[in-house]
């Protein structure tokens, strides 16, 4: 959230630049006072338990902290367990879906919701409702709708298609899918309103532009509305994104990483490996990895997005 | 005059503090019926015959959920008065840390060293001399429960060994019976694993992975017939999608199923169900191949505290815990065996005699839990679990992966 603060204030920076460059730091110096126990609690919280982890996960370390180093012991045994290598892969395959699922329907539904339909209000009350409940709730939920005997399956066989077979959650192949459709139903509602807010404020002026100039509306959309609603998508993108990452909840409501070991994810393999298993070390090492793919991804992306405001 | 009243009012109140009633918040996993029904007895136990109220923390989702919630809330300052865990290894960091309560002087109270049977149980709450948690059942893995029903049904006699039970499972196919319940949690699939291993490669083997970590024996040719057998037994536990052990035990209830390889504990849900040993299921120790018994069960740990009156609840329930009253009522509820040889249950049916006839022949081995740190355990969750959710991993694969983590464990 922070960057996409930085993203609204960067015009007005750039704006009083050149003259008063220098004194830049002395503006506003009594509100930047007035921050300094806050900034002091994010560098001291969030750079100083990052450091701390990381540093521990060099250690051989139990249930409890101890300074007992192993050097790379850790990564080593984490990079050979298969369950890591499994929960990597299903990360990404949750995510890939996740991101592209998540930003097309949204949008599908906030422009559907734009079109001044009746009772819009009551449609964008159902579409947000999911998101009002937890992650847990959300997996027991669809793990009753997708329990094979009482479930989807279920109802249709007894409508007499009784050779019909939907059982994601017990397929080691598709049991990830059945996450991403629970994920789906319960994130989609925010990005929504996200978009429809968006939608809102684009001027009506543009409308009716393109209608004069006989442009069809979906050509209206993807041509000239989605490139003007691109700090909105990219409030979307940080939001679904860091949604993903956190992935822990659902699956431990909706298939406690089964069956066997095909729905793990490296959030509940650090879970497991810290408390479960009482290695704190391996715990540490993991998260690390975790970490470490985020800030790959995420520096070059944020450099690019936002450092290239300067030039302009 | 007023003075008085005063002094009156004042050491009234010095006098009901000291009788002070304190809330135990006591955190368990045991939440399926026969758990539930037995963890109220132990409430019971507490709420009449003390001063203090037993709040009850239950978390679902078994052990492996459960202690995750409970070793945070340790760490993180906030512990319950009293929590389960399966003594062993599992608490040892907590005790080195000064974190567990010292129970030493509760125990020599109530001569816990005497009556405690089997000894090993009360050696595996002891660390450096000193014992730290209160045992409360013995819990055995080496059980296969069968339903007389459903052997019934497919035209078989209910078998005495895993043998004939394996020469059953085609012919209970045919009949439309699962052979074998499995739930789909990982501790389930490695628990059987170790069952099986027991029982058709020996105790002496299984002594020599488990608590001298050989390798070379994990590699050997008896090993490799426990993961073939193993793998046999992937095969029968086909079509039944079931997660909790209650559930799987709740298909062979109703008949669906024709077996389960489980402990003790899901005796506790035949007898919610209304079913009696020898008529309507039975059950085999050591799956009817080996006459032994693990002496692995629950047992209660209470957290430091720094409270004065809090530790002296802690210690007046660890001493009603091991109590002859609560110990026949809970334990017959649950379906588990007293912590000690003195008391007499009040329903003994078949199977618990026999579980109770092997205890008294010293038939008794280390549970997992006191030979394998939480770690190895947890690493060997997953393995058999990816083995047994994965067509086409092998038995080799299986049983080397499996060498592996021996070779590493601590």
């Known amino acids: 959230m922070a960057i996409a603060d930085d993203s609204g204030r960067a015009p007005a920076n750039g704006g009083t630049r050149g003259a008063r460059r220098p004194m830049r730091i002395f503006r506003n110096l009594w509100s930047k006072i007035a921050l300094l126990p806050m900034i002091a609690t994010a560098v001291i919280i969030f750079f100083g338990g990052t450091i701390w982890t990381v540093v521990y996960s060099f250690t051989s370390s139990g249930l409890l902290p101890r300074r007992d180093w192993v050097g790379l012991a850790q990564y080593e045994r984490l990079w050979s367990t298969a369950k890591w290598i499994i929960s990597i892969q299903n990360l990404a395959l949750y995510g890939f879906f996740s991101l592209i699922f998540t930003l097309v329907i949204g949008f599908v539904l906030a422009a559907l919701l734009d079109r001044k339909i009746r009772f819009e209000d009551t449609f964008r009350t159902i579409f947000l409702y999911p998101f009002a409940l937890s992650f847990i709730v959300t997996g027991l939920v669809w793990q009753w709708i997708l329990n094979p005997e009482f479930g989807v399956q279920g109802v249709v066989r007894d409508l007499g298609w009784t050779s019909f077979t939907f059982n994601p959650l017990n397929d080691p192949d598709i049991v990830m899918f059945g996450l991403l459709i629970a994920g789906l139903w319960q994130g989609t509602g925010l990005i929504m309103c996200i978009m429809l807010a968006g939608m809102r404020g684009i001027d009506d002026d543009i409308w009716k532009a393109s209608r004069v100039d006989g442009i069809p509306a979906w050509k209206t959309y993807v041509k000239i509305i989605i490139p003007m609603m691109r700090p909105v998508f990219v409030t979307s993108v940080v939001l679904i994104a860091s949604g993903i990452i956190k992935l822990y909840d659902l699956v431990v409501a909706q298939t406690s990483g089964g069956p066997g070991i095909s729905s793990e994810v490296p959030a509940k393999y650090v879970m497991q490996a810290m408390f479960g298993g009482q290695n704190l070390g391996q715990g540490f090492a993991a998260s690390t990895m975790m970490l470490l793919s985020v800030v790959i991804i995420l520096v070059p992306w944020a450099l690019l997005e936002f450092g290239g405001r300067k030039r302009g | ?410």
């Open chain 2, 1 to 410: 005059m007023k003075l008085t009243t005063k002094l009156l009012a004042a050491s009234a109140i010095v006098s009901a503090s000291s009788a002070y009633a304190v809330d135990l918040e006591v955190m368990h996993w045991w939440t399926s019926g026969g758990e539930a029904a037995a963890v109220n007895e132990l409430a019971k136990a507490v709420n009449e015959n003390t001063e203090h109220n037993w709040i009850d923390g239950a978390i679902a989702g078994g052990g492996d959920t459960a202690r995750p919630v409970m070793v945070s809330r340790i760490i993180g300052g906030d512990p319950p008065a009293a929590f389960q865990f399966n003594h062993g290894l599992q608490a040892q960091e907590l005790i080195e840390a000064g974190l567990m309560l010292d129970l030493t002087d509760v125990a020599e109270a109530e001569g816990w060293e005497d009556m405690v049977n089997p000894a090993s149980l009360l050696d595996a709450c002891t660390y450096e001399g000193r014992v730290y948690c209160a045992p409360v059942n013995i819990h055995s893995w080496q059980w296969m429960w069968l339903s007389n029903g459903a052997f019934e049904e497919a035209g078989l006699e209910v078998p005495e060994t895993w043998t004939e039970f394996v020469a059953d499972a085609d012919a209970l196919r045919e009949a439309g019976i699962v052979p074998l319940a499995m739930g789909g949690q990982s501790w389930q699939q490695n628990g059987s694993f170790g069952v099986m291993a027991v029982a058709l490669a020996g105790l002496d083997n299984l002594l020599a992975v488990n608590r001298d970590k050989d390798a070379s024996v994990v590699r050997g040719e008896a090993y490799g017939e426990v993961f073939q057998a193993f793998a046999d037994a992937r095969e029968m536990a086909e079509g039944l999608d079931v997660q909790d052990w209650n559930q799987a035990t709740n298909a062979v209830i109703t008949g669906t199923a024709a077996a389960q390889i489980m402990g003790d504990w899901a005796q506790g849900e035949f007898a919610v169900a209304g079913m009696t040993a020898g008529e309507d299921y039975s059950c085999l120790p050591g799956l009817g191949e080996i006459a032994i018994l693990d002496t692995g069960g629950d047992a209660f740990y209470f957290p430091v505290t720094g409270d004065p009156e809090i530790e002296a609840a802690q210690k007046e329930m660890a001493a009603l815990l091991l109590s002859p009253e609560v110990q026949v009522a809970f334990n017959s509820v649950k379906g588990s065996l007293p912590i000690r040889g003195d008391v007499d249950l009040t329903s003994v049916n078949d199977c618990t005699q026999k579980g109770l006839d092997l205890l008294a022949n010293g038939d008794t081995m280390p549970s997992g839990n006191q030979l394998l740190s939480p770690d190895t355990t947890t690493q060997l969750n997953d393995l058999m679990t990816e083995f047994w959710n994965t067509p086409s991993m092998t038995a080799e694969d299986a049983q080397e992966r499996y060498a592996q983590i021996i070779e590493s464990a601590n």
